[in-house]
């Protein structure tokens, strides 16, 4: 196990998070940048000493599950996940369960985008962050943020209508979710529901159905602002497994001018 450059590398990723970005309070002005020792070890349920040893290269080998726990609180990628168990001489172990949490920089730029929904999606579909026009066009978001569930289980108003149906591609993304993390329970219970309620998704699911994400064009149905011709892409966050969606109106539309218009609303 190389653990100088375990220990360089676990110092980088710990300097390059603030307090903001996991929860913990500010507290006193810091001397350096970034997390202290002792946040990391908390919030990766270890001792600040063990921590300690291993940033200063005289740890012992960590096991799969202290890896699992640093990388955790370290909020690293998929690929850093992978490096970081590298380093440390050890199989990197499978997720159990799809990532949830998005990352602040990605947070930040959803509100940068003038003029544009945009909101992310964990792999069950299930909106983890999105800016005030997306809320304001979503409605209810806050209420029901899976967009698989609004669909087939008829919640809120009609977003989804679109030449190409929304309900196949929802059926792909879980039917792949449900293959990476067959032991996640939120998914699981999820799958059961729908399983139970929707005639649309029964069918489909046996489909077989397979998706990729990109671009089509949709006709958001809302109650109050009637319907909005938008386009609608989806980009990968492949680390994550996660999409970013961004919907767009036309220059001069119909659906430009309501986007416009549209109140200033806090987004998550």
């Not at 029901?144 to 792909?172: C, K, V």
């Not at 067959?182 to 219970?189: A, F, N, V």
């Not at 089509?216 to 109650?223: E, F, M, S």
């Amino acid at each position: 196990m190389p653990r100088t450059e375990l220990a360089d590398f676990l110092r980088t990723r710990r300097a390059r998070l603030t307090p903001a970005d996991v929860g913990v309070p500010a507290g006193q002005r810091r001397r350096t940048p970034g997390l202290r020792r002792d946040e990391v070890a908390r919030l990766a349920h270890m001792s600040v000493d063990y921590y300690t040893r291993l940033e200063q290269a005289r740890g012992p080998r960590p096991s799969s599950r202290i890896l699992d726990t640093l990388a955790e609180a370290l909020h690293l990628s998929w690929a850093e996940r992978t490096h970081l168990f590298r380093l440390a001489g050890a199989d990197a172990t499978p997720l159990t369960g799809p990532v949830r949490r998005v990352r602040p920089h990605v947070t930040a730029m959803l509100h940068r985008i003038p003029g544009t929904a945009a909101l992310v999606t964990d792999a069950t579909y299930s909106a983890i962050a999105w800016n005030p026009l997306a809320e304001a066009l979503l409605e209810g978001l806050r209420d029901e943020p899976n967009l698989a569930r609004r669909h087939f289980l008829r919640i809120g108003p009609d977003e989804n209508s679109a030449t190409e149906a929304f309900g196949p591609i929802a059926a792909a993304r879980l039917r792949a979710a449900s293959a990476r993390y067959p032991d996640d329970e939120p998914l699981s219970r999820l799958l059961t529901e729908l399983f139970a309620s929707s005639d649309e998704f029964r069918g489909l699911w046996g489909t077989h159905p397979v998706h990729a994400p990109g671009h089509r064009r949709k006709v958001l149905a809302h109650p109050e602002l009637g319907r909005l011709r938008v386009n609608c892409d989806v980009l990968p966050i492949e680390e994550d497994d996660q999409q970013l969606v961004l919907v767009t109106a036309d220059p001069g539309s119909p659906a430009a001018e309501v986007f416009a218009r549209l109140p200033e609303r806090d987004g998550s």
